[in-house]
C-alpha cells in the first residue's frame, strides 16, 4: 500500500548541496554521479531506492542505495551510478517498509525532499561529453546594437535606394509609432545609424569593457529593424556595405572586440528577393512563380495570396525550415552562416530559436563550427531552454549538439522582480533552478540581459508609474520626474551590478548605460543620447566593466548562496569575491565569512562585518 504524507525532515536531501549530490546540477554523458541521502532513523527503512526515467520515456530504471551508517537521529544512505545517454531525465526516491512504499519528490519552494503521494521529480540533464563552448566569449562583455539607433557616421545616400523611407534629420526624436492608414506597422523611418558610426565608437566601446557586439540584423530589409529580411547576402545599404562590415570587424578585434551577428532564419520579408509580394526585385520569387527555386521554402494555403506567414503577419511569410534547398542555402558549405563568417562574424544570436526545428539546428551547429571552431551560437529563449518544449517537441538546445547558450531571460525576470521588492528566497530559486538544469558550457555562455529591443527599457523598468494606465500615445511622450527618476537609477545600479557578477555574460542594450528611457517597441529604439547621457549610470558600468576584467578568473568561479533573507541576498563567485545587495530602506547588517575584504565599489578596506545601506551593493574582494 502507500504512505500518505509524514512530517517533513523524515528525509534530507538538498540537490544544490555538495554533501547530497556531486557534481552540481547537469551532468556529461557517463560522468560518475554520487548521491546521499539522510533518512530518519525510526523510519526503519528496508530498502531505498532512485528510480530515473528518461523525458518522453515510459520505462524507468531503478537504482539501489547502499546503508553506509546508522546514526541515532538519521540513517545515511549513498549511491554512485552512471547515465551514458543524454538528454532530459527525471527522478525521485522510494522508500520501502513492509508494505509500505514512500513517495520521496521535491517540494517546489526550494527544491528540498518531501515524502508525500504525488510530488515534482528532480530534473538531471545528461549532456554530451564533448560538449564545449568559446573561452573567449565567457569572460567579457557583450553590447546589444539596433544599429539605425546608435550612431551615425555621415547621412546615408538613399537617392537609389527605392523605397519609400522617411530619412530623420532630428536625431533623438520620438521614432513613429503610430499605424499606417491602412492599418501597417511600417517601420520605415530611419535616423542614419550605420556600421561606419559604430566603427567610430569602437573606443567608447572599449572602455565600457566590452569585448563582443550583438548586432541587430544587418542584412537587406524594407523596415528599420530588419527583421524582415529580404537578401541575406547583401548588407543593407542605409547601414553600409560588405566592405564596411568587414573592416568593422578588423578594426574592433584590434581593440579586443568581436562581432555577433542576429540571425533570422524562421521567417523572410514578403518584400524580398525569395517572396517579392512587391515585385522591387524583378519577376522573380514564390509571390509571382510556381517555378521559382524559392517556392517551395513558403507554404502556400492558396498560392499565392494565401501562405503562412509569422504569429499571422503577412509581411513576414515563414520558411520551411527542413526544406533540403533552404537549409543548403543557410548552412550549407558555401551558405549564409559561413559567408558571414569567413568576412568577420564570430558567431550567430538566433532569433526565435524555438521556431528552428532539431534538423536545423543541429545542422547550422555543424556549419559554424567548422567554419569556426570557436564561433558562438546563442538562441533565443524566453524560458528555461533545459526542459522547453515547443510544438509539441521537447527541445534538446543544450545538451551539445545545437546551441552553445540563450539569451537569459529567466535571470532578467529574476534580477528585476527582486530589485522591485521581491523576495530573496525568490531570486535564489530562480537561478539556483537554472544552474542546476543548464550544462557548465552553457552557464559559462549566458547571456545575461535586463533589458533587450523586444522588451521596455532597464530604466523604465524600474519606474513606479504603472504602464497600463498609460496610452500609446502617452507612453511616447512620457518622461519620468526627478523623484521616479532617481528612485529607478538606484535599481537599475543595483540591477546591473547582480547581471555583471551572476554567471553567464552581461549584455548591455546600447543606451542603458546612459540612462535611456522607453516603453516597448518601438519607444525602445530611440537614438543613443550623445552629449546628454546620464554620467552617474556611465560610470557605473564602466566601473562594473573594469571589475569584471580586473577579477574575470574569480567570476568564473561557482555561484554558492551564502544568505537569501528577506530584501538582502548575499553570494560568492570562487573563493575570492562575494557579493551582497539590499533593495530595502532601511541599513541592513551583514555577516560574512571570516577574512579581510576590499569593496571593489568604494575601494575601502571591510572586515567580516559590514552594513548596507538603503537600495545598495557590495563587490567584495577577499583579499587573504
Known amino acids: 500500500m502507500l504512505g500518505g504524507n509524514i512530517i517533513d525532515q523524515v528525509i534530507l536531501y538538498d540537490p544544490k548541496q555538495a554533501q547530497y549530490k556531486t557534481p552540481f546540477g547537469a551532468v556529461k554523458a557517463g560522468e560518475l554521479i554520487k548521491l546521499r541521502l539522510l533518512i530518519k532513523s525510526h523510519l526503519l527503512a528496508e530498502g531505498v531506492d532512485l528510480v530515473l526515467r528518461k523525458d518522453g520515456s515510459q520505462g524507468q530504471t531503478k537504482y539501489h542505495f547502499s546503508r553506509i551508517n546508522i546514526q541515532e537521529d538519521y540513517t545515511e544512505y549513498e549511491l554512485n551510478f552512471r547515465v551514458k545517454e543524454i538528454g532530459l531525465y527525471l527522478y525521485r526516491f522510494e522508500i520501502v517498509k513492509g508494505d509500505y512504499l514512500y513517495f520521496c519528490g521535491k517540494n517546489e519552494n526550494d527544491d528540498l525532499a518531501l515524502i508525500a503521494d504525488w510530488l515534482p521529480e528532480w530534473q538531471l540533464t545528461i549532456y554530451d561529453n564533448d560538449f564545449a563552448t568559446p573561452d573567449w566569449f565567457s569572460y567579457g562583455v557583450i553590447y546589444q546594437i539596433f544599429v539605425d539607433r546608435f550612431y551615425k557616421e555621415k547621412s546615408p545616400d538613399i537617392q537609389g535606394i527605392n523605397k519609400d523611407y522617411i530619412l530623420r534629420e532630428d536625431w533623438g526624436g520620438t521614432p513613429i509609432y503610430e499605424c499606417a492608414p491602412n492599418g501597417d506597422i511600417r517601420n520605415n523611418d530611419f535616423f542614419g545609424g550605420n556600421l561606419a558610426g559604430i566603427s567610430s565608437k569602437l573606443d567608447y566601446l572599449a572602455d565600457l569593457g566590452v569585448t563582443c557586439i550583438y548586432l541587430c540584423p544587418i542584412f537587406e530589409a524594407y523596415s528599420n529593424h530588419k ?166 517537441v521537447r527541445r534538446k538546445y543544450l545538451l551539445g549538439s545545437q546551441l552553445d547558450s540563450v539569451m537569459n531571460y529567466p535571470f532578467k525576470t529574476a534580477i528585476i522582480d527582486f530589485i522591485k521588492g521581491g523576495l530573496a528566497q525568490n531570486f535564489e530559486k530562480q537561478v539556483m533552478t537554472i544552474l542546476q538544469n543548464y550544462p557548465q558550457p552553457s552557464i559559462n555562455c549566458l547571456m545575461n540581459i535586463i533589458g533587450t529591443h523586444d522588451t521596455i ?105 551564502i544568505s537569501s533573507l528577506g530584501q538582502v541576498i548575499v553570494y560568492s563567485r570562487g573563493e575570492t569575491l562575494i557579493i551582497a545587495a539590499n533593495i530595502g530602506e532601511m541599513p541592513i547588517p551583514v555577516s560574512l565569512p571570516a577574512g579581510a575584504y576590499l569593496n571593489l565599489i568604494t575601494n575601502e578596506e571591510v572586515n567580516n562585518n559590514i552594513t548596507l545601506n538603503s537600495k545598495s551593493c557590495a563587490i567584495l574582494y577577499k583579499s587573504h
Open 227 to 392: 527583421y524582415d529580411t529580404a537578401d541575406y547576402m547583401k548588407i543593407d545599404p542605409m547601414f553600409g556595405n560588405t566592405e564596411g562590415f568587414r573592416s568593422l570587424c578588423s578594426n574592433a578585434l584590434q581593440k579586443g572586440i568581436r562581432i555577433i551577428l542576429d540571425g533570422v532564419f524562421s521567417h523572410t520579408g514578403s518584400d524580398s528577393i525569395y517572396f517579392n509580394r512587391n515585385g522591387r526585385y524583378g519577376k522573380g520569387g514564390a509571390f509571382n512563380s510556381k517555378e521559382s527555386p524559392y517556392y517551395n521554402w513558403y507554404s502556400f494555403k492558396v498560392w499565392p495570396h494565401e501562405y503562412q506567414s509569422w504569429w499571422g503577419i503577412n509581411t513576414l511569410p515563414t520558411v520551411n525550415k527542413e526544406d533540403n534547398s533552404y537549409l543548403d542555402f543557410i548552412t550549407g558549405e558555401n551558405g549564409v552562416l559561413c559567408y558571414w563568417l569567413k568576412n568577420g562574424a564570430s558567431g550567430w544570436r538566433l532569433d526565435v530559436a524555438d521556431e528552428l526545428p532539431d534538423i536545423f539546428l543541429d545542422k547550422l551547429r555543424t556549419a559554424v563550427k567548422s567554419e569556426k571552431s570557436d564561433g558562438i551560437i546563442i538562441g533565443e529563449v524566453w524560458e528555461d531552454a533545459s526542459n522547453k518544449e515547443s510544438y509539441g
Open 457 to 561: 527599457r532597464s530604466l523604465t523598468a524600474f519606474s513606479s508609474i504603472d504602464s497600463n494606465k498609460l496610452s500609446i500615445k502617452e507612453k511616447a511622450g512620457y518622461k519620468m520626474n526627478e523623484l521616479d527618476y532617481n528612485h529607478a537609477r538606484k535599481q537599475l545600479m543595483l540591477a546591473s551590478a547582480l547581471q555583471f557578477t551572476l554567471p553567464g555574460v552581461p549584455c548591455i542594450y546600447y543606451g542603458d548605460e546612459a540612462g535611456m528611457q522607453g516603453y516597448e517597441d518601438p519607444l525602445n529604439r530611440r537614438c543613443y543620447p550623445w552629449g546628454q547621457e546620464d554620467m552617474e549610470i556611465l560610470n557605473w558600468y564602466k566601473k562594473l566593466g573594469k571589475i569584471r576584467k580586473a577579477y574575470s578568473n574569480a567570476l568564473s568561479g561557482d555561484m554558492k548562496i
